[in-house]
Structure formats: structure tokens, C-alpha cells
């Protein structure tokens, strides 16, 4: 990873350099990206104490030197600091032209495919608490509960998977609030949640024991042996540098079947030796030729 210079490193106010240093902050830094690529620029020096506080307090340490030195001894507490410092952020139907496109393009091939016997796999890589893959499941199902029947006992599995611990449990429990359930299709609503009379609601139990929740790092290795029909992964890459973004687009073709689909974020760009292999067909929608 280049380092840029920290010249732009912002002191906690009110926080001695004692407790949480530009070195600390370096060091942190250092550490996200080894394990999870994901590239922490300078003015996030705030965020990272934020995040981390709580985890420094709760080892006893006192200082972030201190926890650092932890981190770097103790898998399992450097994998819950990587977790803290991903951002999350997600919605029911982001980027809804996805799912339009999802509808109306890859949805009708699908169907074929299962009505022949044959088996389709869908996967959200970085799947944060859920949102994305449940709209997923719910645009391929559709509102006819007879269609939607037939399409969960033919040959299809949908994996979710994530870096990060929390967000995996959220997207198990998938109870989500009003705000969050706004942007779902009245029609799919209707068949896909269980309201709770308050605004809010549960994903019905068909969706959520399709969904296979994985804990996966994209950055280790992938232990699906089966290609993809589709994969979405949005808003993942925009944390990570370029080499390590056009190392993922080409796991993901290789992933994928040919004609398979790859959707990613709407500020992402698929570039790299496997932009040969992968066609643009829509916004932030690419069709693998290869
Ligand atoms: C901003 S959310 C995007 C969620 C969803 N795909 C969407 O577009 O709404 C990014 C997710 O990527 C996950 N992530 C970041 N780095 C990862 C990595 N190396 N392996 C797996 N997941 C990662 C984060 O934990 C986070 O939940």
C-alpha cells in the first residue's frame, strides 16, 4: 500500500498522543489493509478511534499502542477490529435498475433454467446485514406464491457473505425496521414480509432459508466449487486499490458461467485483464463473454 503522507492526520481533540497517535493510526491502517485490503485514508484517523476506543477500553489496555501490539498477537481480536472499521452502509433495493435489469434480462433465463432442471446459484459478496440479497430473492421469486413455490423447490441456492461478524447476524435475524422496509415493492411485501404491525417486519422463512449466510474475506481463498449465474458485489470494491479491485473482477469472472452477470457499485468500474472477459450491458452491469 502507497502511504500517503500524514500531514493530514487530524489528533482525536481532547485525546493525548499518548492514548492515540499518528503512529497508532499508521499501524492500524497498516494492519485493515494486510488483512482485509480495505484502504483507510487519512481523514478516517477520527473514525478509527471512534471505532476502536470501545475495543481498547474493553482489552484493559489503556492505550492504542498497547491494543496494537494485541492486535498483531491475537487473530481473533484483529479479525473483531477489521469488522469495526468496515463500513456498512446498505438498503433495500439500492441502485434499483439493478433489479430492473435483474427482472427483466437475467430473471427470464433463470426461470428457463430451472424449469429445465438445471441449477442456478446467485451470490451477494459483501452482502453487509442483508438488504441487498433479500431484494435479490424477492425480485427472482416474484409476487405469485404458486410461481414463487415451484422456483424454492427447483434446484436454486443463493449465498450472502461478508467480512464482517455483525452484519451477518443482523442479516440472519432479518427484522428490519420501517425506514429500512420502505423502498420494498408493495406486491413483494405483501408475500415477503411478515409485518410486525409497527412498520417494520421479518423476511418471510421461505427467503431467509434460501439465503446461505456466509463469514467469507474476500481477500482469502473461496471454498465454492460451483460457478455463479450471477453475482453482485456493490459498493465493496470502492474501499480497496486498484490492483486488488482488478485482482477481484477477474475471481469474479472466473466465478461466474459464461453469459453469468456481475453487478457492481455505481461508482465502480470493471478494468484489468478481465475487462476482456467481461462486457459491459447495462449501467454497472456486465455480461461475461468468456
Ligand atoms: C458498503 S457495504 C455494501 C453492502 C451492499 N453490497 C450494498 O451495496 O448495499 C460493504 C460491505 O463490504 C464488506 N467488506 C469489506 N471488505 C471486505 C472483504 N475484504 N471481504 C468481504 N467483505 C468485505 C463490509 O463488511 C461491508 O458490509
Redesign the pocket.
Known sequence: MKHEAFDQFVPFPGISEHIYSARDFAAVRELVYEV???VLPPNKSTLVYSRLAPLVRNSGLGTFSAYIGKLKADPAERHKAVCAL??????FF?EDHHFDHFLETTRPDLLRKLAAKQSVRLW?A???SG??VFSLCMTLLGPDKLEARRLLTSDLAVLA????DH?LVKARKAVYDADALAPVPPNLRALWVKEDGKGGGTIADPIRELVRFRS????GPWPMKKPFDAI?C???MI?FDQQTKDDLVARFADQLIPGGYLYI?HSERVSGPAAARLELVGKTIYRKIR
Open positions: 482485509s485490503a480495505n468496515t463500513t456498512n452502509h446498505t438498503a439500492r451477494s459483501g452482502s453487509s438488504e441487498e457473505s461478508d467480512l464482517a452484519v467469507l474475506n474476500l481477500m453482485f456493490r459498493n465493496v474501499y457499485g
